[in-house]
């Protein structure tokens, strides 16, 4: 059973940087599809940003620019860089992966598999 672990939420100020980590074991990276998902209170779950096997990475239009989403197989390592950020950016975020490389890669439904989630807070 693949699991995901993510790390490095916490509370910065408006402006401020993080590094999300997610730690995958047991996944197959020969064709893999990963993302990063966030929750807001009250707002549904949306997508971030997504990576797949076919070099191609994706981002929500409210990130672009900011966020950076990147994948070290060698350790088994998903990535969110996120820069300059914002108030409306609190939310949990949580690390994803579906079974094999998917065309649907950004959408939360065509994932398989879910971290536990980190929080980030970002303050004015």
């Known amino acids: 059973q693949v699991e995901l672990a993510e790390s490095g939420g916490g509370s910065v100020q408006s402006g401020g940087s993080l590094r999300l980590s997610c730690a995958a074991s047991?996944?197959?990276?020969?064709?893999?599809?990963m993302g990063w998902f966030r929750q807001a209170p009250g707002k549904e779950r949306e997508g971030v940003a997504s990576?797949?096997?076919?070099?191609?990475?994706t981002y929500a239009n409210s990130v672009k620019g900011r966020f950076t989403i990147s994948l070290d197989n060698a350790k088994n390592t998903l990535y969110l860089q996120m820069n300059s950020l914002k108030p409306e950016d609190t939310a949990m975020y949580y690390c994803?992966?579906?079974?094999?490389?998917?065309?649907?890669?950004?959408?939360?439904?065509?994932?398989?598999?879910w971290g536990e989630g980190t929080l980030v807070t970002i303050s004015s």
């Open positions: 994803a992966a579906a079974a094999m490389s998917t065309k649907w890669c950004r959408w939360a439904y065509a994932m398989d598999y």
């Open positions: 990576i797949d096997s076919d070099g191609s990475t």
């Open positions: 047991r996944y197959d990276y020969s064709s893999y599809c």
